[in-house]
């Protein structure tokens, strides 16, 4: 069965660096999702991407964070200059076009700023 | 805003009893969703009910949805210890953009 696969598993860095989470998106789909869960919290909304352009995007994603289709096969999260307060995992999604509302999910990335 | 809210919070049953687990929301939907999360994993799509539907079910799991209490509640039958996770409802946002927005979550424990 398809899947969502993401990388790394669990990504530590240092407050100030950048860091890029990589995501496959299910090879069908066409829209994709990034959503964030610091730990004890619930799932938020981070941004969603259609051909290649943002979609939506909610008031976490701010100037530090950007998406990104560099081919036809992976779809990134970029965090330019960590705080610590962005630790947490990071999920990314996918859907086909005509079920948006039925996404699946990838096994996420721990991202733990230091 | 639109928001799914759980409860209760927390859940400890014993295996083989019924898990009951409630959603509410404040806005109009297309529909909603439950998922499952093991503790540390991904997000699994468990079940989705739309809005003109009031009873759905798939496997051991019963979803209702009352659109006039703006509620969903998902039901576990003869839990197992490997249900043991948490579960979140989630609905879409007003714009057509695929946005879920979760709730808070139940957590549920199955003691074997």
């Known amino acids: 069965e398809p899947e969502v696969t993401q990388t790394p598993s669990h990504q530590v860095t240092q407050m ?14 066409l829209y994709f999702y990034w959503y964030r869960q610091i730990l004890g919290q619930k ?35 970029k965090i330019r200059s960590t705080k610590l307060e962005d630790s947490a995992m ?15 999910f990838g096994p996420g990335t721990r991202l733990t700023v230091l | 805003s639109q928001q799914g809210e759980e409860d209760p919070q927390a859940l400890s049953i014993q295996e083989g009893e019924n898990a009951t687990m409630n959603c509410s929301y404040k806005t109009s939907i297309n529909n ?21 539907e009031r009873e759905k079910h798939s496997g051991r799991l019963r979803v209702t949805l009352d659109t006039s209490k703006k509620s969903s509640s998902l ?38």
């Open chain 1, 16 to 29: 100030g660096q950048e860091v890029i989470l990589r995501c496959v998106p299910i090879s069908n789909h």
């Open chain 1, 43 to 77: 799932v938020e909304f981070l941004v969603s991407f259609y051909n290649n352009e943002i979609s939506e995007k909610s008031e976490i994603f701010d100037d530090q964070f950007s998406v990104e289709r560099p081919d036809g096969s992976n779809f990134t999260l």
């Open chain 1, 90 to 104: 990071y999920f990314c999604a996918s859907s086909t076009l005509d079920r948006l509302n039925e996404q699946f």
């Open chain 2, 32 to 52: 909603l969703q439950w998922y499952r999360q093991n503790s540390g994993r991904g997000l699994v799509h468990l079940i989705l009910i739309r809005s003109n």
């Open chain 2, 75 to 112: 039901l576990i039958t003869a839990s197992r210890a490997a249900d043991t996770a948490s579960y979140f409802c989630a609905t879409v946002g007003s714009s057509n953009t695929g946005k879920l927005i979760f709730g808070q979550g139940t957590t549920l424990q199955v003691k074997p």
